[in-house]
């Protein structure tokens, strides 16, 4: 099992940057593949970013070259950094781990809003 809390959300003007952080209750070093899911209000859940067995790394098509995942197995903690903000990056961001043989670990998310 896996405990997930995600912080760093805010309020950022766009062309604006966040971090978010997603830090876990135990070693992340045997997770299969930890990363961030968004949901838009009336919208369905989608990918962000993804690390797979360590060093996969995957991105929606709408993030790339903007967003980075990157994780520190030291301090058991996956990061997204977020460049270049756009309103359509609004939403509220889960942090989701995926143990092989266990249903999905969901973090509470943190709410990203990106305004002027």
């Known amino acids: 099992q896996v405990q997930l809390v995600e912080s760093g959300g805010g309020l950022v003007q766009p062309g604006g940057s966040l971090r978010l952080s997603c830090a876990a209750s135990r070693s992340i070093r045997s997770i299969y593949a930890m990363g961030w899911y968004r949901q838009a209000p009336g919208k369905q859940r989608e990918l962000v970013a993804r690390i797979i067995s360590g060093s996969v790394t995957k991105y929606a098509d709408s993030v790339k070259s903007r967003f980075t995942i990157s994780k520190d197995n030291d301090k058991n903690t996956v990061y997204l950094q977020m460049n270049s903000l756009k309103p359509e990056d609004t939403a509220l961001y889960s942090c989701?781990?995926?143990?092989?043989?266990?249903?999905?670990?969901w973090g509470q998310g943190t709410q990203v809003i990106v305004s002027s």
């Open positions: 989701n781990a995926v143990i092989l043989g266990d249903p999905d670990y």
